[in-house]
């Protein structure tokens, strides 16, 4: 670290803690790498003004295709536009200067703020205790996965609770999620509304041939497919009555949230999003992170540390027996955590449900759109996404639904989500989210209405495509395992 900046970091206040000198020994660069790894002459870099290298970073970022460039309607992602205040709160130093070793008196603001987030949670997801710490949506899946391993221990179930039903519609991690913590997973079908098979679940509950027990039924709610689990109270009534847990994945949240909670629904456990329904970054542009709320029974088993107040004064304590123990470093993705909480207090309660109403007709407006030129797989009312199947089109045009996503590319929006859900074949999964315009919308159904008529007329151009992008069409599998990151 260089020296003006540790004295900085040093000063009393800035972040709490006096940083002790460093003792790092220096020693010659061709000790440390060798001669044969040393340039004899300075290395010939070109001599450029200013306004030409940033114009050529600048055009260079813009080659990339993100939320702040091009549309990103990819269904069950949420990939929604993140309001720059909140990165802007995120970044101010009584944040970004933050030590997790810090002592508990010089960081009760941050506490506070992950607190009431918390019970902020706990408020939209019809909940009553929720952790911060889970890095992502996948693992919040495997803390909640691991609270219910720990409940049927608790109750003396653990050795014949082994199973977890996990409906085909629901939120493709899940099976993932279950068998990494030493579940076996039963899948359950749709019925042909796209909601569960209430009989195919009350018979997956039953003891299996080696009188094995369901240990708990992951749901997502609304559905990959888009649609609401109208019978979901059932679904809570019958695994409750086969002695399990009910697991919501959050995924979807952005199609409910401030109209519906998954407490009311019977639900036990459940993770949320906060880099897809709290305006946090996404993916790549991350880290994720994924709060896991639970009921109050489940409680006491809840990852340490716990915020909890003490004599007027919020710590992090580990006095938790029962608990699954740590899961993350420290207390979680603090400054995602910060950015969620500044998201969730710019729009208040009536904001975080306008994002719900626009969401979802943002999505039925766009799928009768493009109903005229592909079908939906599950014909009604949607929520925040929709599917469509191609594979009549791929019958009548050899055009694949790749090749579809890949010509997309050309016209300046991202793909969407595609081949998934399986069930549905040459499936196409569009989710445009509550911050797009119209205007937006119109456009991109004019594309895929254009790359349609391109697909019957001229079919070897969309099954070539991209043609515009930097890179072309690659071969998938390769550059998977021969992966090349500079040109």
Known sequence: MPEPLLKELSK????????????????????LLGTENLRSDPPPLP????????RHFVR???????????FYPLGSCTMKHNPKVDEEVAKLPEFAMLHPLQDEETVQGILRLLKTLEQMLCEIGGMDACTLQGAAGAQGEFIGLLLVRVWHRYRGEEEKRTRIIVPDSAHGTNPASAARCGFTVESVPSG?????DLSALEKALQPDPNGLLPAAVMVTNPNTLGKFERDIVKVAELTHEAGALLYYDGANLNAIMGKAKPGDMGCDIMHFNLHKTFGTPHGGGGPGSGPVAVKSFLEPFLPVPVIEEKDGKLVLSEDRPLSVGRVHSFYGNVLVAVKAYAYIRSLGAEGLTKVTEDAVLNANYLMHKLAKIFPVAFPGLCKHE?????????RETGVRTWDIAKRLLDYGFYAPTVYFPITVEEAMMVEPTETERKETLDAFAAALEQIAREARERPEVVQTAPHKTPVGRLDEAKA????KVRW
Do not use: M, W
């Open 386 to 394: 929709f599917v469509l199947s191609l594979k009549q089109f791929k």
């Open 192 to 196: 042909p509304d796209g909601c569960i």
């Open 60 to 70: 260079l970022s813009q080659l990339n295709y993100s939320v702040d460039t091009h």
């Open 480 to 483: 998977a395992r021969e992966l």
């Open 12 to 31: 009393p206040g800035l972040i709490g803690v006096k940083l002790p000198e460093p003792d790092i020994p220096i020693k010659p660069l061709a000790e």
């Open 47 to 54: 001599e450029l003004d200013q306004p030409t290298v940033v």
